[in-house]
């Protein structure tokens, strides 16, 4: 098989020409549950997932930063000196985005040398598995290194964010980055928004004999910026009107409270997000004491909280769920910000061929496009790999 860092060190001699010092990779995720939790200061539970970014580097003599892709036909070239959000376009937003983050976060840009950076993937791009946090936590932790700035892994992941949200422009949380660059093989990252306090939590799949199974519908979320943005601003909405700073400080024992006194559509969506709270404690607990087995009904819950509540479903990915739960699956939920993009199923390794036929069927009969279907593996985060 074909290992996806010889191609990141065949494409940088293609395109750089000499060999490159060592290579560096990074994980997608997954986000097991915890769905709209991240920006009101709650719980998320994703896991680095069996596909990577690699980023073959070599330093250069001068103060230039080369960046490519195997995704991408230019190269881009910046000067240290001019490293500015202002200045970054395009894909390349992303690498020189970390580089000009690691400079906001205390290195000093002026006295590290220029590199040359090739990046290859096997993470889907745009199917809510994160290419975005891989591609960010993979250049961190090889400039990172590189440039001998020993930043610990909490502080780089806030470096792909701010790169994320200021070169790219893209207005995320530190969830994606976080399971990224923390994920460990077999083990979910469970992440307190608030504290940013992380925890790695066994799952324990393959001793049970489960699988995750990832179904992408393609339906694309690009144009559902309107949708987010009304989501983020009804819990603002509810938490004003209950009194508290965030969502974060509110129970399921305050949700009567919470019917009465605000009105019906901002009461459904603080109750998702306060039960989805809740619901990713409880799989903590339930993993902890029960294992893998005890978690389905948690995830066949959170979907539909969103569905009913949180209304940030669409009919491909509610098909999508209702298709592995009647198919053999433990639980199934749409993962991600909703209206489009992936579910995912936890199922027995058993199922697994008599659910995708059963999936295809199903989208076929109701004229939607096939969708892809993938088991992902939980693994470990950012790492050297020569
Ligand atoms: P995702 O859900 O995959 O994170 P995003 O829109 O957040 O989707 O990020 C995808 C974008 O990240 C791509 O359009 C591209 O600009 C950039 N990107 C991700 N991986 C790569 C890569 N290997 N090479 C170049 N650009 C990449
Ligand atoms: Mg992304």
């Given amino acids: 098989m074909n290992d996806i860092r010889d191609d990141a060190v065949q494409g940088f001699r293609d395109t750089f020409g000499g060999e490159p010092v060592g290579v560096w990779s990074a994980p997608g995720r ?11 200061e709650g719980f998320v539970l994703p896991f680095a997932i069996d596909r990577r970014t690699v980023v073959a580097l070599a330093p250069r003599e001068d103060r230039v930063l080369r960046v490519a892709s195997a995704f991408a036909d230019e190269v881009a070239e910046i000067d240290l000196a001019d490293l500015d959000p202002e200045r970054l376009h395009g894909w390349a937003a992303y690498p020189l985005g970390v580089a000009w983050a690691l400079g906001r976060f205390g290195a000093d840009l002026a006295a590290v040398p220029g590199a040359d950076l090739y990046i290859d993937s096997d993470v889907p791009v745009g199917a809510g598995l994160s290419s975005s946090a891989a591609i960010e936590s993979s250049v961190a932790v090889a400039l990172d290194e590189v440039w001998h700035l020993g930043f610990d892994r909490p502080t780089l992941a806030k470096v ?13 949380g530190i969830m994606d980055q976080s399971a ?18 992380a925890i790695v939590t066994e799952l324990g799949f393959a001793e049970a004999g489960l699988e995750l199974l990832v179904i992408d519908t393609h339906v694309d979320h690009a144009h559902a910026t309107g949708g987010y943005r009304d989501r983020r601003e009804a819990c603002e909405r509810g938490a004003a009107a209950l009194g508290v700073s965030s969502l974060r400080d509110l129970t399921v024992d305050d949700l009567d409270r919470a019917r009465t006194e605000l009105d019906d559509v901002t009461y459904r969506r603080v109750k998702h ?9 409880d799989t ?26 949180f209304e940030i479903s669409v009919p491909e990915l509610d098909l999508a769920v209702e298709t592995a739960q009647a198919n053999g699956a433990l639980g199934a939920r749409m993962t991600g910000g909703g209206f489009g993009g992936s579910a995912i199923a936890l199922i027995p390794a058993e199922a697994r061929s008599r659910l995708q036929v059963a999936i295809d069927g199903a989208f076929a009969e109701h004229d939607y496009g096939i969708p892809t279907t993938f088991v992902v593996t939980p693994s470990d985060g950012a790492r050297r790999d020569r």
């Fill in 180 to 197: 990224s660059l923390l994920g460990r093989r077999d083990h979910a990252v469970f992440l307190d928004c608030r504290s940013l306090e």
């Fill in 284 to 309: 903590v607990r339930a993993l902890r004491d029960e294992g893998p087995t005890a978690i389905g009904e948690l995830l066949d819950a959170s979907h539909r909280s969103m569905r009913d509540d």
């Fill in 273 to 281: 997000v306060v039960t989805e709270n809740q619901r990713v404690l």
């Fill in 30 to 40: 997954v986000n097991l549950i915890g769905e709209h939790t991240d920006y009101n």
């Fill in 160 to 172: 792909g964010q701010l790169a994320e949200n200021d070169a790219v422009g893209a207005p995320t």
